[in-house]
């Protein structure tokens, strides 16, 4: 049996050593952008149900109708609020002209029944 000597454990040593240290390191030389570049990444033949790009824009299609419907609903409302509150205010100028005319005539009895009094005071 051989006895190894210094020199030759100490190479034996440093090889396993840098062969375990080398395969840790990635074994690609090209990066990740090289292989997905332009449409090449997913192949051709994928139906458009699992195309990503095709469901990206089905889903946003989705979200823009219903941001589209919320705002007609918003605006719809916001006409009809207005609506109410048009009508309350042509309701108080109305009764606001009604009073006046209430008033108007509650006077013009009080001249006629002062006009009555003063044409029968000056009879007598």
Sequence with gaps: MR???RRELLSITTIVISSLLIAHFPNTSASAVT???GPAAYPPDLP????PVVEAKKEADRI???QKAAAEAA???ARKDKEEQDAIAASVAAA???AEFAAAAKAAEEAARRAAIASCSSIS
């Design 3 to 5: 006895i190894h000597g």
């Design 64 to 66: 823009a109708a219903e």
């Design 96 to 98: 606001k002209s009604q």
């Design 48 to 51: 458009d149900c699992l195309d």
């Design 75 to 77: 605006a719809e409302k």
């Design 35 to 37: 292989y997905c570049l």
